[in-house]
């Protein structure tokens, strides 16, 4: 007994990534454009934020420091992942707006790993400070 395969959209094939652009939302007053993408994956695992930025910035034809993933919602089962982005004029006006959580998330892993240390060690330096 073989399970049915989902119809697939035009030009999705299996073991191939294949990103389209849904929606690009323009906020003249941050200075960035709110972007929402699909990502089509059959026979992969969902693709990392790394690709994901690397892809939205191939699109835009920007810099990928200039985009960040916000959300990356993929449903069990569909091969079918959206992603809110958002993708920034100035890199430094990105660095000012979101937020740490967003930023680390966006890192590569090591360089985030050794932040979130960072801010452990200290935390618990103010705690010990705190009790004496």
């Known amino acids: 007994m073989s399970?049915?395969?989902?119809?697939?959209?035009?030009?999705?094939?299996?073991?191939?990534?294949?990103?389209?652009?849904l929606n690009i939302r323009?906020?003249?007053?941050?200075g960035r454009k709110e972007v929402t993408?699909?990502?089509?994956?059959?026979?992969?695992?969902?693709?990392?934020?790394a690709q994901l930025?690397?892809?939205?910035?191939?699109?835009?034809?920007v810099d990928v420091g200039q985009v960040y993933i916000i959300r990356v919602i993929t449903e069990y089962g569909r091969h079918r992942s959206v992603?809110?982005?958002?993708?920034?004029?100035d890199p430094s006006t990105g660095e000012r707006v979101e937020p740490l959580y967003v930023k680390l998330r966006n890192m590569p892993k090591e360089e985030a790993k050794k932040i979130r240390e960072e801010m452990r060690k200290r935390k618990s330096e103010k705690k010990a400070a705190a009790k004496k």
Do not use: C, Q
């Not at 399970?3 to 652009?21: H, R």
């Not at 323009?26 to 941050?30: L, M, Q």
């Not at 993408?37 to 934020?49: D, F, I, M, Q």
């Not at 992603?83 to 004029?89: G, K, L, P």
């Open 83 to 89: 992603i809110e982005a958002h993708v920034y004029d």
């Open 37 to 49: 993408a699909e990502a089509w994956h059959v026979g992969l695992p969902t693709p990392s934020r």
């Open 3 to 21: 399970i049915p395969m989902p119809k697939l959209p035009e030009g999705v094939e299996a073991g191939k990534l294949v990103f389209k652009l």
């Open 26 to 30: 323009e906020n003249k007053v941050i």
């Open 53 to 61: 930025r690397e892809e939205i910035a191939k699109a835009m034809g």
